[in-house]
């Protein structure tokens, strides 16, 4: 089923009602999430992420715009009507029951003509649970399991009513480093099992790459791009968007667009055609350098990081923005140890913004 | 660690306490044990007169009284009746008021009331509002005429008045009164114990109930009673424990008659050690330890009963 968003807004009243300090926590959003997809929403705590995502599932009324399951606008339905699964950040698994207990709940709570049948409960419990791959520890408490092993739980309380629309509050944050590389491509490997629309919160962005068919970055409750992860990391539409994605992130440098050549320092380092004369922020992603002997662009040689495969090198240049500048190249390259090195730059991983609103400069 | 050559300063600074606990505690706890085995102790062994042997006589002198056998009985049907109503109707309030948002600062400080009202002084308001005037005045054909402001109410609902715990009222009367004031005195300190169990559990609780389509009376039970057990299980427990105390009460409203006929028809556990310990202190310290044997073994089961069924 898809969901339908439209001009979506809610704004918290400030504690003082003197002072009329609002929070405008999610703004005008706007976003149609195809049916079966699993969307990523990402942004830097504090964005709207969570709200967003409890307006969706009806646990939080929006101030403005609308909400449409499919074709029916669900904005006014309560959350005990909206039937969605909702997995929440701390899991909320109900302390006094067993997992069991806690994945029939949902089942159990249904009236009239949806009521089951209790075989029939017992036995979509353990589809639900061999699904997320616990169903031997059905008869533990939430207590007595591991973080990750709770989340399962809190998964499998989420699909066992079969809910047309999943909805992840940053499931993984609770979760040690291997831990969640491994549940996140269980999460993906279940929600295409099932075919779920699926909304996964994350401030991860690397998280939020890895498994969404389509990730939604935000910033202070606004909107600021929607695509496809690569379409995004390749293509982003203001430099908070190209700051956010990618590990390691994007280097940043001061710069100037002079008759269609961009000068950072005083080497002009890419053709820019048709870019008039201004002042820049320009971002070259890690991989955009190459080594190269007669390139143009000099930086001071710092180390040198041999990973396998790459080699990450840092270096310095008085007119980057970030402390040092990583780059990764191809471990071909021979780095002579000298106090400097030379780049040349792929002019696709380069990527200009306006100084006035930060907004990109296609060339 | 605390080291050795400061240990004389903790025991210093402890020492006032102890002190005071190995007076007015600890001694008496030992010396109720003495005494009451010690047979036909009175007012007189105390100056040194007869000289008593050990033995549970003061024991079977207490349960053959039929005194206290009535003391016993009321003590433990206003614990039986007390205890499962006043915890209800606490949780239900709790529950109101910890959805109530505006006025909970009032309302915190109505409900309160009670907890710090000397309880006597609540005793005598409840005899005015339960009173009857005139009710011996005259011949039995006289209407009664009354003052209480719970009999005006049932005749202002066309009711007949009732003569709830004056001269001539019988036992159930006199009992449902007792339990109505226990009850009320009881309610603030559960419903302040059970708010604050409800403020503390953790609001995602119920919004996943939300979420899951939970209808609000299931909300109640398998939820709400559930993560409260632990703070249920203690106003139960301390509920029994103070139920089995109850004395003041009765004094409130009956006078220390312990009822309206001077038959003490009222009487409690406490009420008849009080009666005794002026002049048979054996019996009372007798009466004493069945006392405190009765709460423990109540109090086990209870403790027994409630690790069994709260969650922790
Ligand atoms: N109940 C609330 N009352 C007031 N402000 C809130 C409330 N919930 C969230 N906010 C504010 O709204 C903004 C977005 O919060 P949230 O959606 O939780 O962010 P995220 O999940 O992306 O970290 C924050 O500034 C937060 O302080
Ligand atoms: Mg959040």
Avoid at chain 2, 45 to 61: A, H, Q, R, W
Avoid at chain 2, 164 to 174: C, F, L, M, R, T
Wanted: contains cysteine.
């Amino acid at each position: 089923m898809k969901i339908v968003l439209q001009n979506l807004t809610k704004i918290f009243p400030g504690r003082n009602k003197k002072i009329k300090e609002e929070v405008v926590a999610v703004s005008d959003f706007t976003f149609e999430i195809p049916d079966g997809k699993l969307v990523g929403l990402l942004g830097p705590s504090g964005c709207g992420k969570s709200t967003t995502l409890y307006m969706i599932s009806g646990l939080q009324k929006p101030t403005g715009g609308k909400i449409f399951f499919g074709d029916d606008d669900v904005t006014r339905l309560s959350a005990e009507n909206r039937g969605v699964g909702l997995v929440f950040q701390n899991y909320a698994l109900y302390p006094h029951m067993t997992v069991k207990q806690n994945i029939l709940f949902p089942l159990q709570n249904l009236k009239g003509k949806d009521k089951l049948k209790k075989e029939v409960m017992i036995e979509r419990a353990y589809t639900a649970a061999k699904l997320v791959q616990i169903d031997n520890l059905m008869d533990r408490k939430p207590s007595e399991l591991s973080g990750g092993q709770q989340q399962r739980v809190a998964i499998a309380r989420a699909l066992v009513k079969m809910p047309k629309v999943l909805l992840l509050d940053e499931p993984l944050s609770n979760l040690d480093a291997r831990l969640r590389l491994q549940t996140r491509e269980e999460i993906r490997r279940i929600q295409k099992e099932t075919g779920i629309t699926t909304i996964f919160v994350t401030h991860d962005q690397e998280e939020a790459m890895s498994i969404s068919d389509l990730i939604v970055v935000m910033k202070l409750g606004v909107v600021q791009q929607v695509g496809a992860p690569q379409e995004v990391y390749d293509n982003p539409t203001n430099l908070f968007v190209a700051k956010f994605l990618g590990t390691p992130p994007i280097n940043v440098f001061e710069g100037k667009v002079e008759g269609e050549k961009l000068y950072i320092g005083d080497a002009a380092v890419l053709d820019v055609p048709g870019v008039s004369d201004q002042p820049v922020t320009v971002g070259i992603r890690p991989e955009g350098f190459e080594i190269d002997p007669n390139g143009p662009f000099v930086c001071n040689l710092q180390n040198v990081e041999i990973m396998g495969r790459d080699v990450s090198v840092v270096s310095t240049n008085e007119a980057s923005l970030n402390p040092v500048i990583r780059s990764i190249v191809n471990s071909d390259n021979k780095i002579e140890m000298g106090e400097t090195v030379t780049f040349s730059l792929k002019s696709h991983k380069v990527f200009l913004f306006s100084k006035e609103d930060e907004s990109r400069i296609y060339f | 660690m605390v080291e050795s050559k400061h240990k004389w300063k903790a025991w210093l600074y402890l020492a006032p306490a102890i002190v005071l606990l190995l007076i007015f505690t600890v001694w008496p706890i030992f010396n109720t044990v003495h005494v009451a085995f010690q047979e036909g102790y009175n007012e007189l062994s105390l100056i040194g007169g007869e000289s008593t042997k050990y033995g549970f006589g003061n024991f079977v002198d207490v349960v053959k009284y039929p005194g206290f056998v009535t003391a016993l009985k009321n003590t433990l049907l206003l614990c039986v009746l007390t205890v499962p109503i006043s915890t209800i109707l606490a949780l239900v309030i709790a529950v109101c008021l910890n959805s109530i948002k505006p006025l909970s600062r009032f309302l915190q400080t109505i409900y309160f009331l009670p907890y710090v009202t000397n309880s006597i002084a609540i005793g005598m308001v409840f005899a005015a509002m339960f009173n009857i005037v005139g009710s011996n005045i005259g011949g039995e054909a006289e209407l009664i005429t009354t003052s209480g402001i719970i009999n005006n109410v049932i005749e202002f609902f066309g009711g007949e008045p009732v003569n709830w715990i004056n001269s001539g009222s019988s036992y159930w009367a006199n009992i449902t009164v007792m339990v109505v004031y226990i009850v009320w005195n009881a309610l603030p300190f559960k419903i302040l114990i059970l708010l604050g169990g409800l403020q503390s559990v953790n609001k995602q609780y119920y919004d996943a109930a939300k979420v899951d389509g939970t209808s609000r009376f299931r909300v109640f039970t398998k939820i709400t009673v559930p993560l409260l057990s632990p703070m249920l299980a203690y106003v139960v427990i301390t509920g029994f424990i103070g139920g089995f105390k109850e004395y003041s009460s009765i004094v409130g409203i009956f006078g220390d008659d312990m009822g309206h006929s001077g038959n003490r028809e009222m009487d409690t556990m406490v009420g008849y050690i009080q009666d005794n310990i002026d002049r048979w202190q054996g019996r009372a310290s007798a009466a004493a330890l069945i006392l405190f044997g009765i709460i423990f073994i109540v109090t086990m089961i209870n403790l027994y009963v409630s690790k069994k069924k709260t969650h922790y």
